[in-house]
Each structure stands twice: as C-alpha cells, then as structure tokens.
C-alpha cells in the first residue's frame, strides 16, 4: 500500500495544481476520459516502440543508443501517443473553447500515462525511486503536457492557416524535450564508470534543463492563462 500510495501521490498533486487554476472547470466526465485516455496510450507506445526497440538493437556505442532510446524508443512513441489520444478525445468537443482547457486536458492524458508508469516502475524499485520519480519525472511528464497543450491551443483557436504549422509543434517540441531530457540521462548511465568526468558534466546539465524546462512550462501556463482573462475582459467590455 506505501508504494501504491508513492506511486499515486506526485500525479494526483501535479493535477491538482493545474486544475486548480482554471478559472471555468472542464467537465469531470471528459477529464475522466483524458485521464485513463492515458492509459490507453501505453498500449499504442508498445506498438510503436516493437519495431523501434528491435532497431535500437544496433547502436553499440553509448551515445548513439542513448540518443536512439532516448528519442525513437521513449520520447516519439509516448509523446506521438499522447497525442493522437489527446486529439482524439478533445479536438471537436464544444468545451475546449478557451485557451487554458488544453493544458488542463493534455495534462490529465500525460499523467494517465505517468501514473502506469510510475507504478510500474515504484513496485520493481521501491520508495527510492518514488522519491525520485515525484520530485523528476512525474512533473517532467506534466510539463510535457502542458508543452502539448499550450501549441495545442494556438492550433485550435488560430487562424485556420496556421493551423497544422501549431498541430505539428504540439507533438514535434514535446518530443524535442522529452527526447532531451531522456538521452542526457541514458547517456550518463550508459557510460557509467568509464567516463565519470562526463557522467558528472551531464547531471550538472540535466539539473539545469529540468530548471528550464519547469520555467518554460510555467511561462506557457501563464500566457494562456492571461489569454483566456483578456478574452473575458473583452467579452464583458
């Protein structure tokens, strides 16, 4: 039950957060399917990740398989099945209608995803690695997300031209950070003991794109939370 709970807690308070600050609440049916929505894009990563993994096979040098893992294994699957997912479910619902409800819905997908991993990954190594997986990959996935979302949002309530230029970054930058953020740790795990002045330089840069990557999310958040008051200042003026 410890590790149940362990495992639940970072993603129940990451949602709440971004919950919390939509002014106009999304309707709990939808959220709800956004969330086990997340669920579903696992199995749709597994399809993805088969042939994927199988090519991964042929990397032997630690840098070229841990970009390889890093971006074709982890970061395009999860992120391209979040995606569709996400899509799926909001795209043409009348109540994505402001700017903020694309953030709140993304988040709830990509931590659909986070909590099957996190279980998953907290039953085989225990309270340490939940401890870890809280304080990083828990609101890497949430940030992920809220990247999603926030080009998710310009696509919909843009002008139609622009439409697929903003459709392709909400898959294309969450991919770029996830892709990042995996491979500078793979990589200083796969070199291990044999390099252990780079292994040191590239947790020192993880440290800093996680702090970039928590300002860059944040900063979307803000923008489209400031969007959706001055669409309401209009509205009322």
Request: glycine share 8%; aromatic share 16%.
């Amino acid at each position: 039950m410890t590790l149940l709970i362990a495992s639940i807690t970072p993603v129940m308070i990451f949602l709440y957060l971004i919950f919390r600050i939509d002014k106009n609440k999304e309707p709990i049916g939808l959220l709800t399917k956004c969330f086990f929505g997340g669920f579903l894009s696992i199995i749709l990563t597994l399809i993805i990740d088969v042939p994927m993994s199988y090519i991964g096979t042929s990397f032997s040098s630690p840098f070229s398989k841990s970009f390889f893992d890093a971006f074709f294994v982890a970061g395009f699957p999860e992120e391209l099945s979040k995606f569709i997912i996400l899509y799926w479910l909001v795209w043409k619902s009348k109540y994505f209608d402001e700017h903020y409800d694309s953030i709140v819905y993304a988040v709830f997908v990509g931590l659909g995803f986070a909590l099957v991993e996190n279980i998953l990954y907290v039953f085989d190594s225990g309270l340490k690695t939940a401890l870890l997986r809280g304080i990083l990959s828990v609101p890497g996935h949430g940030f992920f997300a809220v990247i999603m979302g926030y080009f998710l949002s310009i696509a919909k309530l843009s002008h139609q031209g622009e439409r697929k230029k903003y459709l392709l970054l909400s898959v294309l930058i969450p991919i770029l950070f996830h892709g990042t953020y995996d491979f500078i740790l793979m990589y200083a795990t796969n070199l291990g003991d044999s390099d252990s002045g780079i292994s040191i330089l590239l947790l020192i840069v993880f440290t800093i794109f996680v702090i970039y990557l928590w300002r860059y999310g944040l900063k979307k958040i803000k923008i489209t939370v400031a969007k959706n008051h001055a669409i309401e200042e209009e509205a009322v003026n």
